[in-house]
């Protein structure tokens, strides 16, 4: 399975950006996708995620209420809507996806795909 991101760019605070991530390769049967962000010298940390399936999301506390993600499984494509875009977002945006066990959707060690990280700067 090959994820491909794409959507970073560089915006200023309080604007809104979109980022996307296509998966192709193998028939894609994860049963989680999510995405993951990182800032130098910084742990890979936890953004969000969605359950392939069901639609079923989760999010960290610090995008809950400005960030959305969604899939598309006929395109199997996995989006993440950001919005009220704050400097402390600016950071490498990683799509991940796997068949994580509930509690560890969150563990960034639990997803087997990955792909290349996108850069998202806010400027404030």
């Known amino acids: 399975v090959q994820l491909q991101a794409c959507g970073g760019g560089l915006v200023q605070a309080g604007d809104f950006l979109g980022l996307s991530c296509a998966a192709s390769g193998r028939t894609f049967s994860s049963r989680a996708m999510a995405w993951f962000r990182q800032v130098p010298e910084k742990e890979r940390e936890f953004v969000a995620a969605?359950?392939?399936?069901?639609?079923?999301?989760s999010y960290a506390d610090s995008v809950k209420g400005r960030f959305t993600i969604s899939r598309d499984k006929a395109e199997n494509t996995m989006y993440l809507h950001m919005k009220s875009l704050a400097p402390e977002d600016t950071a490498v945006h990683y799509c991940?996806?796997?068949?994580?066990?509930?509690?560890?959707?969150?563990?960034?060690?639990?997803?087997?795909?990955w792909g290349h990280g996108t850069h998202v700067t806010v400027s404030s």
């Open positions: 969605i359950i392939w399936s069901a639609g079923t999301t």
């Open positions: 991940a996806a796997g068949s994580p066990i509930l509690t560890q959707r969150r563990n960034p060690v639990a997803y087997g795909y």
